[in-house]
């Protein structure tokens, strides 16, 4: 039986990114991703659903996001989807779902005036973004 969990969302992002330095020296960035799908009801009337989405990056993706995102520019996100559980400072638990962009199939380009880039500031090809070689840190990396 084959499985897979693979996420692709093509949205911008609510917020800057939240960048954090983690024990092993590595950067993890977090932020917000916003979707919106845009229909006509019914009546012929323009209608509009935005989805957010919590987004977790890793290695090489972090360091794209710390330099290139920023609050309302588009981004391309391909990771995996990731469940947890944490206990929130009144101690009442809390189950959050995130998208996780790390190891070799975490992709974060970032779409802004200047066009796709990479951690190096150079325009960026499909093939070549440097977070889509980010380590995973489930792996050890």
């Known amino acids: 039986m084959l499985n897979m969990n693979r996420v692709t969302l093509l949205g911008h992002a ?17 932020f917000a991703l916003a979707t919106t799908e845009r229909w006509k009801d019914r009546d012929g009337q323009p209608a509009e659903n935005t989805e957010w989405h919590r987004v977790v990056a890793y290695g090489a993706a972090a360091d794209v996001a710390e330099k290139f995102l920023r609050k309302g520019v588009a981004a391309l996100v391909e990771g995996r989807l990731a469940t947890r559980e944490y206990r929130d400072r009144d101690g009442h638990e809390r ?47």
């Open 14 to 30: 609510g917020r800057d990114p939240e960048i954090r330095t983690l024990n092993n020296g590595n950067k993890a960035a977090s």
């Open 95 to 141: 189950t959050v779902t995130e998208i996780v962009v790390a190891g070799p199939r975490g992709v974060l380009n970032v779409l802004g005036p200047g066009g796709r880039q990479s951690a190096d500031g150079a325009p960026a090809d499909a093939e070549t973004s440097a977070a889509k070689r980010s380590p995973d840190p489930a792996d050890g990396s």
